[in-house]
């Protein structure tokens, strides 16, 4: 079943060429307890902020599961042929 997470962005890239447009770090308690953070399956999970869809879930970081990488929308409409 679909639930809303939270999150904080700790970074921002301005490559746009990059599917690394910002970092992210879980603080969701409940996820951090139950998973340890971004799992299997979450690539592509919408990010949205203030009600408005700002990018997706890319991948996590290797060695800290509660962080990873997200896109940027415009990114992903830019690159969709």
Known sequence: TPKAYSIEITSISRNTNSAESFSLKVTDEELLDKAGGIV??????????????????????????????????????QNYK
């Open 40 to 77: 299997q399956g979450m690539s592509g999970s919408p990010i949205v902020m203030d009600g408005k869809l700002v990018g997706a879930v890319t991948h996590v970081f290797v060695n800290s599961t509660n962080e990873g990488y997200g896109i940027y929308v415009g990114n992903m409409m």
